[in-house]
Structures are given as C-alpha cells and as structure tokens.
C-alpha cells in the first residue's frame, strides 16, 4: 500500500507541475503551452478507466481459476501492472485539476463528479481485499462471480460509448 500512495503522490505532483507550466506558457502567448494541456487533457479522462477496469477484474478471474504458479504469473505480470497503470492515470487526473485550481479555475473539481470514476474506486477496493479473496473455497467462488460480472459490467460498457 505505501508503493501506491508513494506512486500516487509523486504522479500527482509531477503532473501538476506539468500542467502549471503549461498554462503558464499559454498565458504567456506561446501555443506550445495549449498543445500541452491538450495532450494532458486527452490522457486524463475518466473514459480510459472502463476498459482498464475490464482488463484488471478479468486477470482477477484467472487468479481465482488458475492454479498457484500460474495465478502468480498473471498477478506479478497483469493484474499488478494493471493496477499500477490505473493508479498513475488517476493520479494525472488529479494532478491536472490541482493545477487548473492553483491557476484560478476553480470549477476544475467538478470533473471528478464523473460516474466512471466509480471503476476506479472498485479496482482500489478490490485490489485491497485480493489477498484475503484467495483463502478460502467459498471466498474464492465469490470472488470469481464477482470479477466476471465487473468485467461484463465494464465491457458493456467500453462498447456502449
């Protein structure tokens, strides 16, 4: 948990300085500042959680398939780099509104009121709890229910939009 937080902080703040100097640089009149913001925009958008999401809750239903030398293999290369990748994108997002506030936008917050950030705090909390998810038989089953269904959850809705 300290390696997410760690991450977190450190994109958030390297994204926010970014962004600060962009605008910076477009209030000064140079266009290289606007292409910036734009790129950072364009990355940054609640929309590219849905299939992050499908991707992560899927490795989550081969860990619970899977026997343990390959759910290993799939947790070290898929459903962690998944998680990670899902953390940075959320730390930009938060980055980029922390600096549009510092430079007076101050209605900036209200992107987070987007409902597809939702799949992110589901892939938190599941990521939390997958450990003590493969105990048990029944903890276990669930847990696979549980992942399929997120992961149709976040195809349908991937494919709707």
């Known amino acids: 948990m300290a390696k997410t937080i760690s991450t977190f902080i450190l994109v958030t703040v390297l994204t926010a300085l970014l962004m600060a100097l962009s605008i910076a640089v477009m209030r000064h009149g140079d266009p290289f500042g606007a292409l910036g913001m734009k790129r950072l925009d364009g990355l ?4 590219t959680f849905i299939p992050l999401a499908a991707l992560y809750f899927f490795g989550v239903a081969l860990l619970m398939i899977l026997p343990l030398r390959a759910a290993s293999f799939v947790l070290v290369n898929g459903v962690e780099t998944v998680y990670v990748a899902v953390v940075v994108l959320f730390a930009t997002i938060i980055g980029c509104l922390v600096a549009r506030v510092a430079f007076g936008q101050i209605n900036a ?3 987070l009121l987007d409902w ?9 909390v599941f990521h939390a709890i ?3 998810l493969r105990r048990n038989v029944l903890m276990r089953t669930l847990a ?3 992942s399929v269904a997120a992961t149709l959850v976040c195809l349908f809705w991937t494919f709707r939009f």
Not at 116 to 124: T, Y
């Open 116 to 124: 597809q950030f939702v799949f992110v705090l589901a892939v938190a």
């Open 44 to 47: 940054a958008s609640a929309a």
């Open 109 to 111: 917050y209200r992107a």
């Open 144 to 146: 696979l229910v549980a």
């Open 130 to 132: 997958l450990n003590e």
